[in-house]
């Protein structure tokens, strides 16, 4: 065509990481510890739900649902969150069920923002959160979870990096529309506390601003910590939109059913089995055999395997209090890694293609979850996923051991 095909929305916000690494990591790497998607198989009690919805005599399991979330899904939603947040959910109103967390979190962006309104993101951030705003006509502004190393030597936590309440507090104005919040946070690992939160709080109810909390790894909280929602903290029921996942809580992150909850189209087989999945934890919530209970258990111990296996190697990973994902600081490798002739691409990125191509070992570059403007900032990290089998952890430890290795014989 002669005329330009691509929306002008869309100049700038084109690119993606994920296609990049993702066939990286296909072509190049042994282990892939990059892409947040565990590789055990989910509970029993949630894939035997899918093939009764599959094979059962309900022809209408094959047909159209409720637009808006299949009704038995939302009911048992807003009844379990109804004895978390501690108030009255109408599973009509205030529950609606998407395919996925990137199209729950496009419409919040798309009903929600104006254009010229301003939105507040943390960083570091998923990175859909940037286009997501600026496809709306909104303006990112952004503020850093700044690090703060403890001073014992000991290995730094995600809880180790912290906003400043005064370079917080800047960032809000009268154009202020919303502020997106990620806690437990991707790529870091960290879970915001109830002082944090509050101070979120306070200064969302002071500016009359939105919070769209992005909650999708809310049961995957490691060491004791307590996820806090936000919505349920003093003046924010009324202006919070949480975003939880299916995907994440029953690790069928294929399946793409997302639930956003607040005030204000799925594969039908699919909701189905997720209703029976909340039906159960509703029934079981609390108790050891509890899957939101069983399944962080699991996840700590896979996360300090591989804490363990990257500090060995040299790398210093940051232990995070939740999520699929840690970071490690790459810093003491430079020399490991050529340069690139003519090349601006930052030391993250050149390190993670490096070691996917060499060592056949995939991660994710921790500068992609910045701002243009910060992410020269942050280039000497990388994210690793450790939701994954037992197997692929312990090849992965033997490439880092082989690693350490080649670098003590050199």
């Known amino acids: 065509m002669s005329r330009p095909v691509q929306a002008r929305r869309l100049e700038g916000i084109d690119k993606n990481i ?15 510890l990059g892409q947040g998607f565990p590789d055990f198989p989910p ?7 899918f093939t009764r919805a599959l ?23 807003a009844q379990f969150f109804k004895k978390l947040l501690g108030r009255d959910l109408d ?27 301003e939105v507040i993101i943390i960083e570091p951030f998923f990175d859909c959160y940037e286009p997501m705003v600026r496809m709306a006509g909104g303006t990112p502004v952004f503020v850093p979870l700044r690090p703060n190393p403890p001073k014992d030597g000991k290995l730094m936590s995600s809880a180790d990096w912290q906003l400043d309440p005064a370079e917080l507090a800047s960032k809000f104005s009268e154009r ?4 997106v919040l990620n806690s437990p946070n991707n790529p870091l690992g960290k879970v915001f506390s109830r002082g944090e939160l509050g101070l979120i709080a306070e200064l969302c109810v002071k500016h009359d601003v939105l919070c769209i909390s992005d909650e999708v790894y809310e049961w995957l909280v490691y060491d004791g910590k307590q996820h806090i929602r936000i919505a349920s903290l003093q ?10 996942s299916a995907g994440k809580t029953f690790s069928v992150t294929g399946w793409k059913v997302n639930i956003p909850r607040g005030p204000l189209l799925c594969p039908y087989p699919c909701p189905f ?3 029976q999945g909340f039906q159960r934890e509703l029934r079981l919530y609390g108790k050891p055999e509890s899957y939101f209970v069983q399944l962080p258990k699991e996840l700590q111990q896979k996360r300090d395997w591989l804490v363990q296996s990257l500090d060995g190697v040299g790398m210093k990973p940051i232990i995070p209090e939740g999520t699929y994902f840690l970071v490690a600081d790459i810093s003491q490798f430079k020399s490991d890694v050529p340069d690139v002739p003519n090349s601006d691409e930052p ?33 000497n990290f990388i994210r690793f996923c450790f939701a994954k089998e037992e197997a692929t952890l312990k090849a992965a430890n033997e490439i880092l051991q082989k690693w350490k290795q080649e670098k003590t014989s050199s």
């Open 18 to 32: 994920w296609v990049e690494f993702v066939k990286l990591a296909a072509t190049y790497s042994k282990v892939n």
């Open 273 to 275: 089995a997720v209703a």
């Open 235 to 244: 003046g924010m029921w009324d202006r919070t939109v949480t975003v939880g």
């Open 55 to 77: 094979g059962g005599q309900n022809h209408m399991l094959h047909q159209y649902t409720r637009a808006f979330g299949h009704p038995p899904l939302v009911t048992v939603l």
């Open 176 to 179: 202020t529309k919303a502020i």
């Open 347 to 379: 030391y993250d990125y050149r390190f993670a293609k490096w070691m996917i191509k060499s060592k056949g070992l995939a991660a994710i570059p921790l500068s992609a979850f910045y701002s243009e403007a910060h992410k020269n900032n942050y280039t």
């Open 91 to 117: 599973p009509m109103t205030n529950v609606m069920v998407t395919v996925g967390a990137y199209q729950a979190l496009f419409c919040c962006f798309q009903a929600l923002v104006d254009e010229g309104d």
């Open 43 to 49: 509970p029993d009690f949630l894939t035997e739900a």
